[in-house]
């Protein structure tokens, strides 16, 4: 079971969270805070799963300083948010190692399997199409950071956005596990991306795959 620390918002919302958490059989509540700060301050001794943040405990628009903290929160564990969060910002919550963007409007079975997919080094946003409109609006992952990568590496990136493991990827280019793991860290590091569903964001955020589109395989 996935084990999921709460923090942010009002007190009733974030009871009636923790009550479908821990009623859920696939995730397990380890706690909750009223603050951010204090939540962050648990992670080293508690290390949950999943940090799950409502929409309240952060800025309207995600600041440098902002964006700071999610990315040390992101290196501990992985993190999603509740709430209003305007499509412009999207991609930068993204960007700062944020895989999870639900809506306050998502049902019970939904909200369960969004966390613990989540949990499990997923990507789940809410609307993808808002996240598509928005990509030309930020520079998130924009086309220069790509120029940074190869041929190769960008063929990669596009096919970690179909999900494939390291392994599927090695058959399907004729390279090695290793050679491919080692390409994946490179990209990794080339973008400061926190984990391969971050790798996904970036992916469409930067236009390098749209839903409908043939992957590249040559």
Known sequence: MHRVLLTGGPTLLRDA???IIAASAVLTLQGQTAALPDALAQLPAVRPD??????????????AATQLILRQAAARTRLA??????????????????????GRDID?????????LVSGGGLVISSL???????????????SELEHLSDRERQILALVASER?????????????????THVNRILRKLGATSRAH????????????????????
């Open 50 to 63: 999943l940090l799950l943040i409502d929409a309240g405990a952060l800025p309207n628009s995600p600041t």
């Open 108 to 116: 019970v079975p939904h909200f369960v399997a969004a966390l613990d």
């Open 165 to 181: 493991d390291n392994h599927a990827l090695a058959q399907l280019l004729g390279l090695s596990p290793l050679t491919v793991k």
């Open 81 to 102: 948010v509740i709430g209003d969060v305007p499509t412009p910002d999207i991609a930068s919550f993204v960007r700062a190692g944020v895989t999870g963007i639900l």
């Open 199 to 218: 790798l996904v964001a970036i992916a469409y955020e930067s236009g390098l795959i749209t839903p409908g589109r043939p992957l590249p395989l040559s």
């Open 129 to 143: 199409d808002a996240l598509l409109d928005a990509r030309d609006t930020r520079a998130v992952a924009a086309p």
């Open 17 to 19: 969270y923790a009550h």
